[in-house]
């Protein structure tokens, strides 16, 4: 099957047969074509290539066909009409923009975003003189307002991270054809599995392909997807300045596009279930989890997605008048971290090991505690990442730790 016999087949299906180029050896398995170039039968056909008269493989940073079975697979997958790969996340993340941005464009963007993306549109984007709007991701009042006016491009991550707002991507998406302006969701918290933003009336869909879609913590990529014309500006791009995907990369993660339905539904099943039992806990202030009945965005949340994600997010409950951004929080919620000893202390999210966050101090140090009290956040704070432990296992680690608070 390639990628052509895909639409009548569920994700499922999909995730592991579209896409596939067999050579003439007819291998069960996808082949790693680990070359940087390609050889041309006659000099008259590397003159025909090279003025794009024929279309064909020339060098690697343009395309390489183990990258194309990759980026055919996550965009049958994702019901897109055209993918294009990239070296890591951010690189996504920064082509998406800078491919359709110019000098006096305006870009729209949800207050609450990966602590980089922040950094490419504050520290290079404004020097460049693309002028920054941000809103509070879960307000449409302020979609609206901020939307009033043109603007060339939208951006945003739901649920955001770590405080799981959910921001209605349907209601945004209307807003942006009426502003003008390009809708780009990067959906890396929800995973195309849990939530479908071109349905949702989105132009382009980012990826860090480094969380869920490699899922084993071994590489590094990431992902545009949309419709054709505008991934062809992406790739137009990439493909001069180099951040492409390296054909090994896009094997391993072409390969784990097979297991990415398996083990994304079973770490959200097991993150809705710890979810609920952490909401309960007494050494718990409060469980953040989009389809917990006691988000206060769950309608909105239910309706939007069809799995609520891997990752909870928990405020340890201190003390009666602790101050939550002071050193007491701080300490106590150390005392939880370092007691656990399934979930490991790291920054990465999505992966098959459960991992535990304190965002205050590593992920989101820099926005400061102003910055992070304006989103929800304190020192109490803990990020976790359920991964494909037996989910008593993890009830047990978190359970011992929150003894030792
Ligand atoms: C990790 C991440 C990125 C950046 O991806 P890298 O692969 O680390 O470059 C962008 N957005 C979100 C939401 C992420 O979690």
């Not at 998406?96 to 975003?113: F, N, T, W």
């Not at 349905?199 to 990431?222: N, P």
């Not at 939007?304 to 409950?317: F, H, K, P, R, S």
């Not at 991992?355 to 020192?379: N, Q, S, Y």
């Amino acid at each position: 099957m390639t990628s052509d016999a895909v639409p009548p087949f569920r994700p499922d299906t999909i995730a592991v047969h579209a896409g596939v180029t067999r050579t003439a050896f007819d291998e069960m398995s996808e082949p790693l074509f680990l070359t940087q170039g390609y050889v041309y039968p006659t000099a008259a056909e590397a003159e025909a290539a090279f003025a794009g008269e024929i279309e064909r493989y020339q060098y690697s940073r343009y395309g390489n066909p183990t990258v194309t079975m990759f980026q055919d697979r996550l965009a049958a997958i994702e019901g897109a009409e055209s993918c294009f790969a990239t070296a890591t996340g951010m690189a996504a993340v920064f082509v998406s923009l800078a491919a359709i941005l110019e000098q006096g464009s305006r870009l729209v963007a949800a207050r609450a975003l990966f602590g980089s993306s922040i950094t490419v549109f504050n520290d290079y984007f404004a020097k460049w003189g693309i002028r920054v709007d941000y809103v509070d991701a879960h307000d449409n009042a302020d979609w609206d307002r901020a939307l009033a006016e043109p603007a060339d491009a939208i951006y945003l991550e739901s649920p955001t991270n770590p405080m799981q707002d959910v921001v209605d991507i349907a209601h945004v998406a209307t807003l942006a054809r009426r502003a003008g302006a390009l809708l780009i969701v990067d959906n890396v918290f929800a995973t195309p599995l849990g939530q479908r933003p071109l349905e949702l009336g989105a132009d382009a869909v980012v990826y860090s392909a480094t969380k869920h879609i490699d899922g084993q913590g071994r590489v590094l990529g990431g992902a545009v997807l949309g419709g054709a014309e505008y991934v062809d500006k992406v790739r137009t791009m990439v493909r001069t300045m180099g951040a492409t995907m390296s054909p090994f990369t896009a094997w391993v993660l072409g390969k784990s596009l097979e297991t990415l339905p398996v083990r994304v539904r079973a770490q959200s099943a097991a993150a809705l279930e710890l979810a609920a039992w952490l909401d309960a806990h007494p050494k718990v202030a409060v469980a953040r989890y989009p389809l917990l009945p006691s988000h206060p965005q769950y309608e909105l949340a239910a309706r939007q997605m069809t799995m609520g994600g891997t990752l909870v997010t928990i405020d340890i409950a201190l003390p009666e008048g602790t101050d939550p951004h002071g050193p007491e929080a701080k300490a106590a919620t150390f005392r939880f971290l370092d007691a656990l000893r399934v979930f490991a202390i790291s920054n990465n999210l999505g992966d098959a090991k459960s991992i535990a966050t304190h965002p205050a101090t590593t992920t989101h140090r820099k926005l400061g505690a102003e910055g992070r009290a304006a989103v929800g956040m304190c020192d109490a704070t803990v990020r976790l990442s359920v991964g494909l432990e037996d989910v008593e296992d993890l009830r047990a680690d978190l359970a011992r730790a929150l003894d030792a608070v």
